[in-house]
């Protein structure tokens, strides 16, 4: 195991709704990114967090946001969920913005 | 922009055979990272192995080893034999300085290993 935590574990959401996923980085990390993994692809990078700013984007609209802790923790917030946004949700935290990611079990959210 | 491409959405192996999975990239940035990963059913991305662009030879982990041809612009993996436990999606992803920091993935393979 890899000592990266993400809760909850399944998620049902409509709609609409707004979602807020979590994520414990590995001890000694301060490096947290975030990627979806929509049915049958490779993940998609969705946004990079450093030491409490947010340090890389991938092709994301702005109601995906998010925030890093000063205990390195995160959250991925996601605004006026879409049918699109199922997905399983993977955080990964790394030592420094380069360094190896290590990913935790994701989340799985449906939007129906 | 860089791009991970995996030819092979599935393979069979018997059990105990060796396997290669293919990957290419495509990209301008001459410092950059390879990685392996394995995705079992449950979800979580397990970390393999790992090539940088300047390293002058192939990694080897336990099993695993990445057959890296930088002017080809191929990083393969091969598993030497297989065990039934093997059997999961794999993806290559590459990071590249100066990217957005995140990893670039590839769509994956999906490995079955029969006894």
């Known amino acids: 195991e890899t000592g990266v935590t993400q809760s909850p574990t399944h998620l049902i959401k409509t709609r609409g709704q707004q979602v807020t996923l979590r994520c414990s980085s590995q001890?000694?990390?301060?490096?947290v990114s975030w990627y979806q993994q929509a049915l049958g692809q490779g993940p998609q990078f969705i946004f990079q967090y450093y030491r409490e700013e947010e340090n890389g984007r991938g092709n994301f609209p702005p109601r995906f946001s998010g925030l890093q802790f000063p205990n390195y923790s995160s959250e991925l917030n996601v605004n006026a969920l879409e049918l699109d946004d199922s997905a399983l949700y993977l955080c990964a935290s790394s030592l420094g913005q380069g360094g190896w990611q290590f990913f935790g079990p994701g989340t799985r959210l449906t939007v129906l | 922009a860089q791009k991970i491409t995996q030819t092979q959405p599935g393979m069979f192996v018997q059990e105990k055979e060796a396997v290669t999975l293919d990957c290419t990239y495509d990209t301008s940035d001459p410092s950059y990272g390879l990685f392996w990963y394995k995705q079992p059913s449950s979800g979580e991305m397990i970390f393999l192995i790992y090539?940088?662009?300047?390293?002058?030879q192939n990694a080897t982990e336990g099993r695993y080893s990445l057959n890296f041809q930088k002017a080809r612009k191929s990083a393969n993996l091969v598993i030497s034999a297989s065990q039934l436990g093997d059997s999961a999606m794999y993806f290559c992803?590459?990071?590249?300085?100066?990217?957005?920091?995140?990893?670039?993935f590839g769509k994956g393979t999906h490995l079955i290993i029969q006894p």
């Open positions: 090539q940088g662009s300047y390293d002058q």
């Open positions: 992803a590459m990071w590249v300085r100066g990217g957005a920091d995140g990893l670039t």
């Open positions: 001890s000694g990390h301060n490096t």
